[in-house]
């Protein structure tokens, strides 16, 4: 069964900084995705800035898993995600 994708204010505004080619990048891999979330992820152990990540080449999706909805929190460089996520 195929997950639906939500995106937060703050994912809308870190997708807009991006170039083009990044973003189609990460959608291609996000729908791929998109039929077995679990499989590509990895927990996080901080859990206060969401559930798990996927990684897409130097790029981190940030995400928590609501039934059959993945919510998508953040997206950024690998290099700084993890410290602008509050």
């Known amino acids: 069964m ?15 900084k991006l170039d ?9 891999t996000l729908e791929r ?7 590509y992820a990895r927990r996080l152990t901080n859990t206060e800035c969401g559930e798990y990540r996927f990684r897409v080449g130097d790029y981190r999706v940030i ?12 997206i950024g460089h690998r290099k700084n995600i993890y410290q602008n996520l509050n």
Not at 63 to 73: A, C, R
């Open 2 to 16: 195929k997950y639906e994708f939500i995106y937060t204010n703050m994912a809308f505004k870190d997708i807009r």
């Open 63 to 74: 995400f928590d898993l609501d039934e059959y909805k993945i919510i998508v929190l953040r």
């Open 33 to 39: 995705y998109q039929n077995n979330p679990l499989h």
């Open 20 to 28: 083009n080619a990044t973003k189609q990048r990460i959608k291609k």
